[in-house]
């Protein structure tokens, strides 16, 4: 406010002012429907957001506030250091309602964020939100659905979004790869997928058992994702992603199947009754061997590769060369042949069958061969062995000692020494269920077997069992990782998996659609091979690098901006740190209720952490040291850091699905400042909301459970922008565009701002007169036309001014009245005085401007206590409102409108009335309510508040909001009211 109007106030506020007595009142006073408390001194200008919705006061207390309309709670207050320091004189609105300007006696101009519930823009979507990720440039984002489709929007969103899809059922986890514009999901199909951001196309799948993904992260720097899952493990997985290779189709299921050692050459069977030989190099086959009578259930390549053999469903033996000519073809066993295996260091093949034998056959076999001397028939086989009672069910060869390992349906496995064949030379079991599946370890040292559901382990030098691995469906087959740490199950339910030998957790899972009867982990390279009934044989990547037990929950995951730490989330109170090179365990942050969120600032050095009780814990990361508590009241569902680090937003469990913000500024090794923890902004949602995120410009998107994403607009406690000024600056005003800010200032300049690019636009000299001497008249108002090409300016100099935006040049000047004439001695004689050509300008100070919706006419108050309607093309005064309870001050002019200085006059939105307000005798203030089309007073009032300082009308033209000054002598505070508006 300027110096001499703050004078005039005080004045006013102790009675020193024009009085008039017998005020008579109109209509009943208006009712005071909420009254504004939190400022500790005077408020000297109001304003309300274009949708009703806010209102903003700039008080002499220094500080700026932001209230609900509705239910006038505080909502926002400005101030501190960044802010203003001397009285704030002046605020106002911009036409989104997303910032305000404000102006004051410490000479600057702030322009301010608006906290506003409502979304910047909403991105409709096919499925209820799950999950939200933005991408390395900081603008393209991508959602998950419920649908279990990915819509990705890439910058200018408004050309469409692509569509990412395999997933069967909700995509629950979302994240970017910084590099080749992939992105990454989780899926309640136990899957992690990764997609291309360009095409929509899917490039690798990894999956995981039977447990749910909980949580996905992807690393900052590309190089790795991590997840956590409902069976309470942290898998560390690979990237870029490595897509899986096939082989060509098949025309049938997949009935048995052997690799050569190397795990370069492999032999599959189909029901088709067709061998195919594949090389994994290329994952093409090599060969195809037909012929076979019956089904195949075993084949074998010899140790040279250039024999194939097949063991049939109907008891036969077939053997062909590698150019798939038949070179043997006989019955083998009655009943069936279950296996069939070569011999590592002699011309023998083994095999075994329903009849319970286990036979090695001479090799080559020739079943031309005429009968010997004694007319015998030659014998073919080299050892023929009652193996078990019962079906043979599986075997195996020890490669170190030539030792074949039997299993049966007699439930026991048994060791033969081929030359001693009377007699096993170890036995184990009886098991639980025949074994049907037997797989050695490379070193020969250890025996697996898939004995139903489990697969029990022993040592083969004793026969004692060293562990067993349950799994939820049969066991199929089963293949030893080249170091023995890993184990390769292959299952009914249409899965194989890769397990820790030694402690059973599942690294991965490699799906099929149909039980899976052939494994092998690659020996020399990251890979498993495995071949289904579902008419594939897949060579997969090995992609998961590390699992760390969690403890059985649902425990989450996010990973350190600079990727060098993964943090676990639960189960538990804990979150826990760890080491993402090495996975070894680091530091303990503890919620105070079971941890169900957690963010890391982008700077690495913060850690906030959520919990089920509603609190949220801020740490340093370097030590785990405890810098505060914020109580959000509810479960905290999700946490996220702006990109500045300053502000923290949760996703709370109430009822109004509120994303709130909060102040979490600090400097680690310094006290915490006081706004620590202080509200900044609350967003309700009409249900759920499942995730959140912030792009690089720190706009908030939220994913509800609605089908909607929300994008918001985070206003930060500091100015978004501030502009010095010579003098006090007494109003502000943003164009129709809200990119440029008019000021008016005690100088009497007039000045625009260009908000874009933060510079000064233009200066006007408006008030400042030059000759005889510079005399510079403040500027108390500052009006954009409809159009925002003009301003209009209003002065202590009395006038009116319309200027030209761009050139800043006047346009036309309403002028203030002329001086009255000194009265002059009286002549009879003289003819009478002219009487003045209609209503005339103001006779002081112009402290308010209002113009009408069509831009036709131009409302004013003043320090002369009149209100004047101009016509904006003549710059002409239309009509004088003057107050039939007061008398005129000049003989001929009519009556002031009211008995004290008028502060503020606006157009209700229907701009037939005008609503005025200022001060009134003995330290009160004044209200009227005046017809725009006869300038008839409709309401006139005395009130007990104090002068009015400030006023504004509320959109719906029902209600009002005053301030008021204190005044000591009648006990009066200052204050801020929403009033009901006369007649309303």
Request: include cysteine.
């Amino acid at each position: 406010m300027p110096t001499s109007r703050i004078v005039a106030v005080i004045a006013l506020g102790f009675g020193l002012c024009v009085t008039t007595n017998g005020l008579r009142g109109g209509p009943d006073s208006p009712d005071v429907v909420r009254v504004l408390k939190g400022h500790t001194e005077t408020v000297e200008a109001i304003a309300v957001s274009p949708d009703g919705a806010l209102i903003a006061t700039a008080s002499f207390d220094k500080t700026v506030k932001l209230w609900d309309a509705q239910t006038g709670q505080e909502i926002r207050a400005y101030s501190g250091p960044q802010g203003h320091t001397g009285q704030v004189l002046c605020v106002a609105f911009n036409a989104k309602g997303d910032q305000i300007a404000t102006g004051g006696a410490d000479n600057k101009v702030c322009v301010w964020g608006v906290p506003l519930s409502t979304p910047v823009k909403s991105y409709p979507i096919g499925g209820a939100g799950t999950g939200l990720a933005v991408a390395a440039d900081g603008k393209t984002f991508a959602v998950s659905g419920a649908d279990g489709v990915v819509k990705v929007f890439p910058v200018g969103e408004e050309k469409g979004a692509i569509e990412l899809k395999g997933h069967v059922g909700a995509v629950g986890g979302l994240g970017a790869l910084n590099s080749g514009n992939v992105w990454v999901t989780a899926g309640a199909d136990r899957t992690v997928r990764f997609f291309s951001g360009a095409d929509g196309k899917q490039t690798a799948r990894y999956a995981i058992d039977a447990a749910e993904i909980t949580g996905l992260a992807v690393r900052p720097d590309g190089q790795g994702v991590v997840t956590t899952s409902s069976d309470g493990v942290l898998r560390f997985w690979q990237t870029p992603p490595q897509p899986a290779r096939t082989f060509p189709a098949l025309k049938d299921a997949v009935t048995a199947f052997h690799a050569t050692p190397d795990g370069n050459t492999l032999l599959y069977a189909t029901a088709d009754k067709v061998v195919t030989l594949g090389t994994t190099s290329n994952n093409a086959p090599s060969g195809t061997f037909a012929g076979a009578t019956g089904g195949i259930d075993a084949v074998a390549l010899s140790p040279d590769t250039a024999t194939v053999a097949a063991g049939c469903s109907d008891g036969g033996l077939i053997l062909w060369d590698r150019q798939g000519k038949v070179k043997a073809e006989l019955p083998a066993h009655s009943g069936g042949v279950t296996a069939v295996a070569f011999h590592p260091g002699q011309p023998v093949l083994f095999t075994t069958g329903a009849d319970g034998r286990l036979k090695g056959w001479n090799l080559p076999i020739d079943t031309k061969q005429p009968p010997a001397k004694d007319k015998k028939e030659p014998k073919l086989t080299k050892y023929d062995i009652p193996a078990h009672t019962g079906k043979v069910t599986a075997a195996a060869v020890n490669t170190a000692t030539g030792h074949v390992i039997t299993a049966g349906a007699d439930k026991l496995i048994r060791v033969w020494d081929l030359n001693k064949p009377e007699k096993a030379v170890r036995e184990i079991g009886p098991l639980t269920a025949p074994a049907t599946v037997l797989a050695m370890s490379r070193d020969n040292l250890t025996l697996a077997a898939g004995v139903g559901k489990d697969v029990p382990l022993w040592t083969l030098a004793d026969g004692k069992e060293v562990g067993k691995l349950s799994q939820p469906a049969e066991v199929l087959s089963l293949s030893f990782s080249a170091d023995k740490t890993r184990i390769l199950v292959g299952r009914a339910d249409n899965s194989a998996v890769l397990m820790d030998f030694a402690t059973g957790r599942v690294f991965q899972a490699f799906p099929h659609s149909a039980a899976v009867r052939g494994a092998l982990v690659h020996p020399s390279t990251p890979a498993v091979i495995t071949a289904s009934a579902d008419k594939t044989v897949v060579i997969s990547p090995v992609t998961c690098l590390r699992v760390v037990p969690l403890g059985a929950g649902q425990p989450g995951v996010v990973v350190s901006p600079g990727s060098e730490r993964v943090f676990s989330i639960g189960p538990g109170k804990e979150v826990t740190s760890w080491n993402s090179g090495n996975g070894m365990r680091e530091k303990v942050f503890e919620s105070g209720g079971a941890a169900t969120a957690a963010a890391v600032s982008k700077d690495g050095q913060r850690i906030a952490v959520g919990g089920s009780d509603g609190s949220i814990q801020i740490y340093t990361v370097g030590d785990a040291k405890r810098v505060g508590t914020i109580a959000s009241g509810s479960a905290v569902t999700a946490l996220a850091f702006q990109p500045t680090g300053s502000v923290l937003v949760a996703l709370l469990k109430d009822k109004d699905n509120r994303a709130v913000a909060w102040n979490v500024a600090f400097t680690p090794g310094q006290p915490v400042p006081p706004q620590f923890g202080r509200t900044l902004q609350s967003v309700p949602h009409a249900g759920p909301v499942a995730a959140l995120a912030f792009n690089a410009e720190g706009q908030l998107f939220t994913a509800g459970a609605d089908k909607l994403v929300r994008r918001f607009h985070l206003a930060p406690e500091a100015p978004l922008k501030a502009f010095g000024h010579p003098n006090l600056v007494d109003c502000v005003a943003f164009d129709g565009s809200g990119t440029v800010l008019a000021t008016g200032c005690h100088d009497g300049v007039l000045r625009t701002f260009d908000l874009t690019k933060g510079a000064l636009v233009k200066q006007v000299n408006a008030h400042v007169v030059t000759a005889p001497q510079q005399v510079q008249n403040p500027i108390y108002a500052v009006q954009w036309t409809n159009d925002s090409k003009q301003i209009f300016t209003s002065s202590y100099d009395k006038s009116i001014k319309l200027w030209d935006a761009a050139g800043g040049t006047l346009v036309r000047e309403f002028k203030a009245a002329p001086d009255p004439a000194p009265e002059e001695k009286k002549d009879d004689k003289a003819p009478a005085p002219k009487a003045a050509d209609g209503p005339v300008g103001h006779r002081d100070q112009v402290f308010s401007l209002a113009l009408s919706k069509d831009g036709k006419v131009l409302a004013s108050a003043s320090s002369d206590r009149s209100v004047k309607l101009w016509d904006v093309e003549t710059a002409k005064v239309i009509r004088d409102f003057p107050n039939p309870d007061l008398k005129p001050v000049f003989p001929g002019e009519p009556a002031p409108s009211h008995p004290g200085w008028i502060h503020s006059v606006r157009f209700n939105p229907d701009n037939a009335q005008l609503v005025t307000a200022g001060a009134a005798p003995k330290g009160k203030s004044y209200l009227a309510l005046w017809s725009v089309a006869d300038g008839k007073r409709l309401y006139g009032a005395e009130r007990d508040f104090g002068p009015i300082h400030a006023m504004a009308v509320l959109p719906d033209g029902t209600k009002m909001v005053i301030s008021s000054a204190g005044v000591p002598r009648n006990k009066t505070e200052p204050g801020v009211m929403i009033l009901k508006l006369p007649g309303k």
